[in-house]
């Protein structure tokens, strides 16, 4: 019974209630926004609500979750600027979608899979959180490193026209992930002995120069063409285009949590595995991935919401943060006295509902600023370009700015803004740069971590991944993508699937090809 | 999709500065700490760079191979005279950025901007950018409270005493 009166006191408290869906509100378009990061604005809202009491700080900072996880998806969409690392994969499909002129469904069905990942998510961790941390508690650093390269492999599935390519931006990205000092031994990487590289390269800086200031130096070709109306046609999506997408939603719903809940890893990397499991298991899209499939638009937009809920996971059981925000989120209630672990679920479960129902409650607040008021969003990108381009120059300036207040960060993000515009005329694909930044730590540090504990020795490095389940279940997957993504195995594949479709006229032996040869 | 599309003009080129830098990242991830184990900080950066250099040798190798695009001009396609434009203002802004600060060089770039995309008179470029200029301030500057380089004009004076006013009547 406490249990259900915990639950419900965002819903019982009106400016609880107010905060929660004030901040899911303000999440939206802080997503939306290129530049400024979910992380930030929570972060910002710290130090705004240290002397606030505890629930009304945290319903406020997990309608910011909510909503800003969401909300990058809009920009990604309409502007092919995915507002937040978390909305890439939505970009992929989005835009080709919105420019095909339909933004709107692509929007409705972005909001309404959004909602319905973040509930398989909130469920999830209601109902499974003690199992889950159980089985996240037993990884190991070897383990955590195989997951890396498991993220790593989706170079293959975003590398576009060519493979060979899409690895040299992934090891770009990588390598960008481990310049500066390193944190295990205080070595300098890639610093050349300058003071300004030893702090490393601002991630976001990175983000916004390859995704802001190249996107709008690509469209100076363009600036003399009519300016793509964005006609925002249905929003809201039929019922039949739901329940056809409902299986994958599913999938990559529970994918999303699984991902979210693992530490380090959040709705970036699971948006991207559920984009490259949704190209592996849709036989026949009506659109080719890439093109602007809405499976490609329901998998990511299911999976990082369903991550947020995922992410709680590990930080209410565990003490251990699933994301950038959660970490931060740690600390928050670390300020106000609250001690996230094991023992919280147990002294203070109450803390715990509250959180499930104030995410529920931002959930609900999600779907409906998502379903409304995007006419008002769209008046942005119906702008003529002479003025937008000049307007997302100036914006990604004053975000790449405002992450450390600091000048360097511009020169960084101007400079990755140059590279990746000839990257993009040359067609090398940026998003597995993007994914290696990301990856690189999480590699870098349980590579080396797993390499110590078996005191440097390989064989027994190889040795304690076959004996261990878990290991090896995670080794053979690296090993099935890899190889499922080389030519040899493609082209044997598609011999397979030709003999097939002449043993069987009815089935076409088209689905290889939409999904190899791209 | 599968096709080969053909060498697009400069591609040898900026393949070729892509492996000579790989080349020169590698060498330097040696630096770090040479071969010396597994775990070393050096590691993962050796693995890296030496992955840029194989693959950039294998693009140059590929690009190469492909016949030049005969329409395309790298005048034209690649770097035409706006996009260096907009290379060279985009850098005049950051460089004048903390000098001068955000409202003043913004509102310069806007409309320098503007005016070169629209071909409109520089009064009608004036007038979107400081219209622009002011939804962007209030939006991140009073909305979000992102810090800006405040430069010559005082505005965070200005906007403490326009708080000031406000809460003093309220």
Redesign the interface.
Known sequence: MATLAAFFTVFTHPELFALVALGTFAGVY?GAIPG?SVTM?VS?LISFTFSWDVMPAIALMIGIYMGGVYGGSRTAILLNIPGAPAAIATAIDGYPMAKRGQAGEAIGITTTMSFFGGFVGIIVLAVAAPFVSNFALTFQPRDYMLLAVLGLLLVGSLAG??L??G??CG??G??LG?VGM?P??F????T?DLPLLQSGISFIAVMIGLFG?SEA?SQ??H?DKTPVRQAISRIVPSFATIRKHLPLSLQTSALGVLIGALPGTGGDIAALMAYDHAKRVTRNPERAFGDGAIEGLVAPETANNAAVGGAFIPMMTLGIPGDAVTAIMIGALFIHGLNPGPMLMVEKPDMFWFIVGGLVLANFCMLLFGLTGIKLFVKIVEM????L???I???S??GA??VN?S?TD??WM?GF??FG??LK???YPLGPIIL?VIL?RL??DN??RA??SER?S?PDFFLGLVSSPLSLTLFLAVLFIFFSQTPPWKRWRGRREALRAKADPARPAAATGSEG?? | ??GR?AR?PG?TV??VV?LLVSLY?LW??YG??GFE?????????LA??A??VV??A??LL?TAQTPANREETLKHD?L?P??AI??GL??G??LL??PLG?LPT?FL??TV??RL??KRSIIHAAL?ALF?LIL?YVL?RIV??????PGIVPEGEILAWIRHLVSGKA
């Open positions: 802080v400024l604005a910002i026209e060519s060979v390519k690895i040299f090891a770009l990588l390598m481990t390193d295990l031994t070595t300098q990487r890639f050349f200031v130096l100076l070709h600036i003529p370009r002479a003025v381009v000049p307007l120059m100036l914006l300036i004053v700015y405002a207040n000048i511009v020169y101007l803004g140059v515009y000839f005329l040359y067609g290696g690189s590699l870098d590579w080396r390499i110590i440097g390989l040869g791209r | 999709m599968t599309r697009r591609e900026f393949t892509l990242l330097s991830a770090i700490a184990s597994l775990s070393s900080p050096g590691a993962i950066p890296t760079t992955a840029m693959t950039a294998l693009v590929k690649i035409p706006m996009i907009f290379a985009l850098i802004y950051a950025l903390e955000f913004s770039f806007l901007a503007i995309l629209s979107i622009s962007v991140f979000f409270t992102v810090l800006v380089p």
